[in-house]
């Protein structure tokens, strides 16, 4: 901490410096040009019409000026005379400060020189009764070379910051630690945490809340620790139950298999064994199948979005018009336009097919199914009923449980595993929807979803 501390004092000190110094060099610079400009119009005061408009007329009036470098020009362009070159060919009529005489009067200008090779700062005059223009330059550093110059300051500067960064951060970190370190202790010592400084006290109000969030914790391990034996019971149940499910199409399949390669069937009974172990074979891959995706609920992690749950149970329905005309059995609709609901299509489905699947298989000949779906109260509902053997009430709440079936003739037929309500449920509890039940044995059962 105290290193990054120190290091971040360094850097943001280290940038201000520089970003200062950078500033203050382009404000010096500008306030060097801006004093010269005033220095050289107060020279040019000192021209006159008694001097001389050659090179020792030029020469005179800069050592007059103090060295300042003084250059007379045609308002051609044409050079007279200048105090620093003996003779100047080159057309002037072209710099900006003479362009700038000819049009108001006088002009300035900051520029390297041609001849001289340095920065100079030009003040141009024109004398309409002489019919020439007066320049006078003196030399600048441009604003790198101030810059440079500086250099020796601004290192000086950097190494005293550092030092001060470096006792700062010793001394802040020793002072804002103190009452960390306090904190630290009490957390030791099991204390509750308490701290005078304000900007502390919402850290100890978090670490008192975790504290006893672990002790909750630690109470639901342990209660967690005794019910792990209502868990291993429930595992070995699970076992056993699909080991039974799984035994009676094994023993038919090995049993018909058994009677294929003796001798001494009919055609008819042959066709017949092979019909058997073809079912069996498709009910226990149904039976390994959902118990997988039984298990895989949990592990379904994939986003929901918005489904149009109307369109699914349309388009779904349709799919049992073979399974009910078998029955004899009437379908009654309630399906209302423009039903969604937040989840994922295959989801929905899986509950929409078990529901209507055991209507069917549970339902008498020549009986009735009635399907709603709208909204009450702002929610989605969902509502599969059935005139069908209904359920004991004692087996209500056995009714969504692993393997349970409430017609023990359907095993091994066209009856399901017990696994569909389960899936149903389970589903509906990871979304937070509400399911219920409600039936009169021999009458017929009502299945309900909120979501």
């Given at each position: 901490?105290r290193k990054r501390i120190?290091?971040?004092?360094?850097?943001i000190?280290?940038?201000g410096?520089i970003?200062?110094?950078?500033?203050?060099?382009?404000?010096?610079?500008?306030l060097?040009?801006e004093?010269?400009r005033?220095t050289?119009?107060v020279?040019?005061n000192v021209?006159?019409?008694?001097?001389t408009?050659?090179g020792a007329g030029?020469?005179?009036?800069?050592e007059t000026?103090g060295?300042a470098?003084?250059?007379?020009?045609?308002?051609d362009?044409t050079?007279?005379?200048?105090?620093?070159?003996?003779?100047i060919?080159e057309n002037?009529?072209g710099?900006e400060?003479?362009q700038a005489?000819?049009?108001?009067?006088?002009?300035?200008?900051?520029?390297?020189?041609?001849?001289?090779?340095?920065?100079?700062?030009y003040?141009c005059?024109?004398?309409?009764?002489?019919?020439?223009?007066?320049?006078?330059?003196v030399?600048t550093?441009s604003?790198w070379?101030i810059?440079v110059?500086?250099?020796?300051?601004l290192v000086a500067?950097?190494?005293?910051d550092g030092l001060?960064?470096?006792?700062?951060?010793y001394l802040a970190t020793?002072?804002?630690?103190?009452?960390?370190?306090?904190?630290?202790l009490?957390?030791q010592q099991?204390?509750?945490?308490?701290?005078?400084y304000?900007?502390l006290?919402p850290?100890?109000?978090v670490?008192?809340?975790?504290n006893?969030?672990i002790?909750g914790?630690?109470k639901?391990?342990e209660?967690?620790k005794?019910?792990?034996?209502?868990?291993?019971?429930?595992k070995?149940?699970m076992i056993a139950n699909?080991t039974?499910?799984?035994?009676t199409?094994l023993?038919?399949?090995?049993?018909?298999?058994?009677?294929l390669v003796g001798?001494?069937?009919?055609?008819?009974?042959?066709?017949?064994?092979v019909?058997?172990?073809?079912?069996?074979s498709?009910?226990?891959?149904?039976l390994?199948?959902e118990?997988?995706?039984?298990s895989?609920i949990?592990n379904?992690e994939?986003?929901s979005?918005?489904?149009?749950f109307?369109?699914?149970v349309?388009?779904?329905?349709?799919?049992?018009?073979?399974n009910?005309?078998?029955k004899?059995?009437t379908l009654?609709t309630?399906?209302?336009?423009g039903?969604?609901?937040?989840s994922?299509?295959?989801?929905?489905?899986v509950i929409?097919?078990?529901l209507?699947?055991?209507?069917i298989?549970y339902?008498k000949?020549?009986?009735?199914?009635?399907?709603f779906?709208?909204?009450?109260n702002?929610?989605?509902?969902?509502?599969?009923s059935?005139t069908g053997?209904?359920?004991?009430?004692?087996?209500?709440d056995?009714?969504?449980?692993r393997?349970f079936?409430?017609?023990?003739?359907?095993?091994g037929q066209?009856?399901?595993f017990?696994l569909g309500?389960a899936?149903v449920?389970?589903?509906?509890?990871?979304?937070?929807?509400?399911i219920?039940?409600?039936?009169?044995l021999g009458?017929?059962t009502?299945f309900?979803i909120?979501f």
């Amino acid at each position: 901490m105290r290193k990054r501390i120190l290091w971040v004092s360094i850097l943001i000190t280290f940038l201000g410096l520089i970003l200062f110094s950078f500033t203050a060099t382009e404000l010096y610079y500008n306030l060097s040009v801006e004093h010269s400009r005033e220095t050289l119009a107060v020279y040019m005061n000192v021209f006159d019409e008694s001097v001389t408009l050659d090179g020792a007329g030029a020469r005179s009036l800069s050592e007059t000026l103090g060295g300042a470098r003084v250059t007379f020009i045609r308002t051609d362009g044409t050079v007279l005379a200048d105090s620093e070159a003996a003779e100047i060919s080159e057309n002037h009529a072209g710099r900006e400060e003479v362009q700038a005489a000819l049009e108001s009067g006088e002009g300035y200008a900051v520029r390297a020189s041609d001849t001289l090779g340095i920065n100079m700062v030009y003040y141009c005059k024109r004398f309409d009764d002489l019919g020439v223009l007066v320049r006078i330059a003196v030399p600048t550093s441009s604003d790198w070379n101030i810059f440079v110059q500086a250099l020796p300051t601004l290192v000086a500067f950097l190494l005293v910051d550092g030092l001060a960064c470096f006792l700062f951060t010793y001394l802040a970190t020793d002072f804002i630690l103190k009452p960390v370190r306090q904190l630290t202790l009490q957390a030791q010592q099991g204390k509750k945490l308490v701290s005078d400084y304000k900007e502390l006290r919402p850290i100890a109000d978090v670490l008192n809340q975790r504290n006893e969030k672990i002790e909750g914790d630690m109470k639901r391990i342990e209660e967690e620790k005794e019910l792990a034996l209502q868990a291993k019971n429930s595992k070995d149940e699970m076992i056993a139950n699909i080991t039974h499910e799984m035994n009676t199409p094994l023993t038919s399949i090995k049993g018909f298999a058994d009677l294929l390669v003796g001798e001494g069937l009919t055609e008819e009974q042959r066709l017949r064994a092979v019909n058997i172990i073809r079912a069996q074979s498709e009910r226990l891959s149904s039976l390994i199948t959902e118990t997988i995706h039984y298990s895989e609920i949990d592990n379904d992690e994939l986003p929901s979005y918005d489904v149009d749950f109307t369109g699914l149970v349309r388009d779904a329905l349709g799919a049992f018009e073979p399974n009910m005309r078998e029955k004899n059995i009437t379908l009654h609709t309630d399906i209302a336009d423009g039903v969604t609901v937040f989840s994922r299509y295959e989801r929905l489905l899986v509950i929409l097919n078990n529901l209507v699947g055991n209507a069917i298989r549970y339902n008498k000949e020549g009986g009735e199914i009635s399907v709603f779906l709208g909204r009450e109260n702002g929610f989605a509902k969902l509502s599969v009923s059935d005139t069908g053997i209904g359920i004991a009430e004692e087996n209500l709440d056995k009714v969504f449980s692993r393997f349970f079936t409430v017609d023990k003739s359907h095993n091994g037929q066209g009856g399901g595993f017990g696994l569909g309500l389960a899936v149903v449920r389970k589903l509906c509890r990871k979304a937070g929807w509400t399911i219920s039940v409600e039936s009169k044995l021999g009458e017929g059962t009502i299945f309900t979803i909120v979501f």
